[in-house]
């Protein structure tokens, strides 16, 4: 049951502004994301469509790619272009499900000068190494039983660039143009929470041991913090209120975004995402993992 980011009775929702403690065949088609935020000494108003895939290695291990088209909307004119793209391996590093538990560990490698200068995107090369989790509440005894629905996951990925900066558009608001200016290279912790709530624990599908099977087609709301704190600079802060209702094959979710200063926004955006299941979706292609099939034991357990 792990395919779907499942530990016990408890399914961690698939959120958008970080990445799940899940380790699966998956695929993000799209995430998109609107949102106004201060840069380069102005204001800009950003779509984003983000697209991400994920295969199994070993049922513990998978490959991870991950791109972004943006088209931005400066006082001065309008810029577009993809952000850079990042490959990685992502490993479940360890699994409670009597106790809803799930933690992974990942490395990326952002790919230098991948982006376009257009939007900002022409960076280094950039290590990213992170850690995800998830804990829900099933396992409370009786007296807090109100509190069963509830789970937390988090995540947190230093990104960190590997020589000298590359370069971005600035707008001139004298000209009404652009000027192409240093864009520096700047180590930054991307991290975040949310709090979940699982529909599942108030049904009778939910009977406090063992599930009979796994805890799909039911609502999840929830609400996301996302920081991104650039060493020596303003963090940037956004809470995420939103809901996911997650399938047998795929997973839909829609979050407003509340930025709670100015570095995360100028104003109060929006967020959706579709996540496919593949092992569900296309189990002739992604019905096993590519180099071993048989889970460790710790995978299987109760």
Excluded: C
């Excluded at 380790?23 to 201060?38: C, H, K, R, S, T």
């Excluded at 984003?48 to 895939?53: G, L």
């Excluded at 509190?147 to 590997?162: H, K, Q, S, Y």
């Amino acid at each position: 049951m792990q395919a779907h980011g499942i530990a016990g009775n408890r399914y961690f929702d698939g959120t958008m502004t970080f990445d799940d403690p899940a380790v699966a065949d998956e695929l993000i088609l799209p995430n998109f994301n609107y949102l106004g935020y201060p840069a380069q000494g102005s204001d800009v108003v950003e779509n984003r469509i983000n697209a991400s895939f994920a295969r199994l290695l070993t049922p513990t291990l998978a490959f991870t790619i991950d791109s972004t088209w943006v088209h931005q909307t400066w006082p001065t004119g309008r810029t577009s272009g993809f952000d850079k793209t990042s490959i990685g391996l992502k490993y479940e590093a360890y699994r409670d499900n009597r106790h809803e538990t799930l933690v992974s560990i990942g490395l990326a490698w952002g790919i230098g000068h991948s982006g376009s200068v257009a939007i900002g995107a022409d960076a280094p090369n950039t290590i990213q190494p992170g850690i995800f989790f998830g804990k829900g509440f099933g396992d409370l005894p009786d007296s807090f039983s109100w509190l069963r629905p509830f789970a937390i996951t988090g995540a947190v990925v230093d990104e960190v660039p590997i020589g000298s900066g590359g370069m971005a558009l600035a707008p001139n608001l004298v000209t009404g143009g652009f000027n192409t200016v240093p864009s520096p290279a700047v180590e930054t912790l991307h991290w975040g929470f949310s709090v979940q709530y699982s529909t599942l624990y108030l049904t009778s599908r939910f009977n406090g041991g063992p599930p009979k099977e796994e805890p799909l087609n039911q609502w999840v709301p929830l609400v996301e913090f996302r920081f991104d704190s650039p060493r020596g600079q303003v963090t940037a802060a956004t809470a995420n209120p939103g809901v996911a209702y997650v399938a047998v094959a795929w997973q839909a979710s829609a979050e407003a975004i509340i930025p709670l200063n100015r570095a995360g926004g100028t104003g109060p955006g929006f967020r959706a995402q579709l996540l496919l299941f593949l092992d569900d979706l296309v189990p002739s292609l992604f019905g096993k993992p590519l180099l071993r099939e048989q889970p460790a034991n710790n995978q299987i357990t109760w």
